[in-house]
């Protein structure tokens, strides 16, 4: 299966480069999983999709200001995009320069704090920060939201709130699980006062969601991989729904990778781990109905 298959035109004047004042106010486009046929609603409509029983499955991580700005000693500009953070003091990510920095060479931030490389693993860079404060607070403080490469415009104080999802509470991901973005406490509600269970599971989204695929084939690209977490909660939520009839229904497509990498083998089970999984067309769900 080629990748051109899946070409479409997107105009620049259609790209949301910033969000509406309500969240719920974006559009919804809604497709008939038996018929094909598609139909454009408001995500306000949502409630008038579900169903008493059935089980919204969400993605609680949070964005974290992953993308830093500094100098080399040598004062050459570096841009740094966190992968993931690996321990208190050490974070792997994507190293923007005019030279590629070499293991012992230093990065001075914005605030004078310093990334020392510690190694390189193809195009990821191991970096460790040589200050007493945890790299987490160093990102809180200094770092810069990191926006889709298609929202073309700087980060802004607004974005630290509105490029998060209203239930985010797990640390760690570098893109906004974006499916999520549209729901407000108010709908949230309103879906609770239907009989709609809810429940979480926790992917950090990482940056190779900013990649893009690369070869012509479908079946040759190598997806990333992101850490994932499926509690037993989750697991026990989702029997709950199936007994009673509901469907299961992943938030956006993190959550659908992370209940279907924890239903290899055909039973969803409490997982945490990593995930690699590449879902394409052909795929047989174990665990995801919508």
Same mark, same amino acid.
């Given at each position: ?12 004047? @259609?790209?949301?480069?910033?969000? @509406? ?27 008038? $999709? ?64 310093? @990334? ?6 193809? +195009?990821?860079?191991? @970096? ?7 790299? $987490? ?9 990191? $926006? ?38 108010? #709908? #949230? ?17 990482? +940056? ?59 039973? #969803? ?22």
């Amino acid at each position: 299966m080629n990748v051109s298959d899946f070409d479409f035109e997107l105009p620049d004047e @259609l790209i949301a480069r910033y969000p @509406l004042t309500e969240r719920t106010a974006s559009r919804l486009l809604c497709l008939d999983g038996m018929s094909g046929k598609t139909a454009h609603r408001h995500f306000a409509d949502l409630p008038d $999709l579900l169903q008493p029983g059935d089980l919204l499955v969400f993605n609680d991580t949070r964005v974290i200001p992953a993308r830093l700005f500094g100098k080399k000693e040598t004062g050459g500009q570096v841009e740094i995009l966190v992968e993931r953070v690996t321990g208190e003091h050490e974070i792997i990510a994507h190293v923007r320069a005019s030279k590629a920095l070499k293991e012992g060479q230093r990065v001075v931030l914005e605030d004078g704090t310093n @990334l020392c490389m510690a190694s390189r693993n193809e +195009a990821l860079f191991t @970096l460790v920060c040589e200050s007493a404060e945890p790299v $987490l607070e160093v990102l809180e403080r200094i770092g810069h939201m990191p $926006l889709p490469p298609y929202v073309d415009r700087p980060d802004e104080s607004t974005d630290r709130e509105r490029y998060q999802t209203v239930y985010a509470r797990e640390a760690g991901a570098v893109a906004a699980p974006t499916a999520g973005l549209h729901f407000d406490e108010a #709908l #949230l509600k309103t879906i609770q006062d239907l009989g709609v269970e809810t429940t979480f599971v926790t992917l950090h989204v990482g +940056a190779g969601t900013f990649q893009p695929v690369r070869v012509d084939r479908i079946e040759d690209h190598v997806m990333h991989s992101e850490v994932v977490q499926v509690p037993q909660t989750a697991v026990d939520a989702v029997e709950r729904a199936r007994e009673r009839g509901g469907r299961v229904i992943a938030v956006g497509t993190t959550s659908v990778r992370s209940l279907e990498s924890a239903s290899r083998g055909g039973r #969803l089970k409490a997982f945490r781990g990593e995930t690699d999984i590449f879902i394409s067309p052909g795929y047989r769900f174990e665990t995801v109905d919508a």
